[in-house]
């Protein structure tokens, strides 16, 4: 079954940085593109990057461009965000999902991202 398992969240201070993993199963990894989302409390789940299958495009929201960094190994079947110049408003529960064909969404379990002094 497919399984999406997130990591590497945690409290981080203003400025600093972070790098959240997620190591997926299930699937042929290589043949999909991956997404990351997070969900801040009290608003709904919104869209912070995605990378195609091979990893030679990327897209990212607005809030995060030029401080986040999305990243594969499809070698180690995981998607990687690299978190910098960190926001109080990136606090977030941090999921990374993929969409299969047949358009059923798979989600992980999210991991917590405290950006706090």
């Known amino acids: 079954q497919v399984q999406l398992v997130e990591s590497g969240g945690g409290l981080v201070q203003p400025g600093g940085s972070l790098r959240l993993s997620c190591e997926a199963s299930g699937f042929s990894f290589s043949s999909y593109g991956m997404q990351w989302y997070r969900q801040a409390p009290g608003k709904e789940r919104e869209f912070v990057a995605r990378i195609i299958s091979f990893g030679s495009y990327r897209e990212y929201a607005d809030s995060v461009k030029g401080r986040f960094t999305i990243s594969r190994d499809n070698s180690k079947n995981t998607v990687y965000l690299q978190m910098s110049s960190l926001k109080a408003e990136d606090t977030a529960v941090y999921y990374c999902?993929?969409?299969?064909?047949?358009?059923?969404?798979?989600w992980g379990q999210g991991t917590q991202v405290t950006v706090s002094s």
């Open positions: 999902s993929v969409t299969l064909r047949g358009g059923f969404a798979y």
